[in-house]
């Protein structure tokens, strides 16, 4: 008996490793496309560094976060999870340059009507956007200067 529970344990700690492996590479990947996005948005303008958020996961984005990557995995499969996070980390590697070319750019994986509908109902959206309030760029975003210089070309 005590043979067969060691066997068990030991066939699901590359599952549990895969699985750690997987939010780690989320995190990494949602993390850098937030810091880019947050430079891309200093660089139009400065003021902005005053209400920078930080853009490392807490326990509610995390827990939002790995809803998502379980929902993914449900409906998606070890497929849709590998693509859903290769085209996440390119992604997030890239230069932004302007705002056009970042929205032209996202990846099919992350516009997929279920993947959307998964993120919606873990909340990864309104977590991330949580710590943006806080900061206070969310409401330096709702100045239409602000908007005009980030948006511009």
């Known amino acids: 008996m005590r043979l067969s529970l060691y ?16 939010i780690d590479r989320l995190q990494a990947a949602s993390e850098q496309l937030m810091e880019n996005t ?6 139009r303008v400065p003021s902005l560094a005053s209400v920078r958020p930080n ?3 807490d326990a509610q984005i995390r827990e ?7 929902g993914m995995q449900a409906a998606k499969g070890d497929a849709g999870v590998a693509t859903y996070l290769a085209e996440l980390e390119a992604y997030a590697a890239m230069p ?14 992350m516009q997929d009507a279920q993947v ?3 993120s919606q109902t873990c909340g990864t959206d309104k977590a991330s956007l949580a710590q ?8 330096q975003l709702a100045n239409p200067v602000v908007m005009a210089a980030i948006m511009a070309e």
């Open 7 to 22: 066997g068990l344990i030991f066939c699901l700690l590359p599952s549990f490793a895969l699985a750690q492996s997987n």
């Open 38 to 43: 947050l430079d891309f948005y200093e660089s």
């Open 55 to 57: 853009t490392a996961w």
């Open 64 to 70: 939002a976060w790995q809803c998502m990557l379980d």
């Open 96 to 109: 932004i340059t302007n705002i056009r070319t970042m929205s032209e750019t996202i990846p099919p994986s």
């Open 116 to 118: 959307v509908q998964i």
């Open 132 to 139: 943006m309030q806080a900061s206070g760029l969310i409401a």
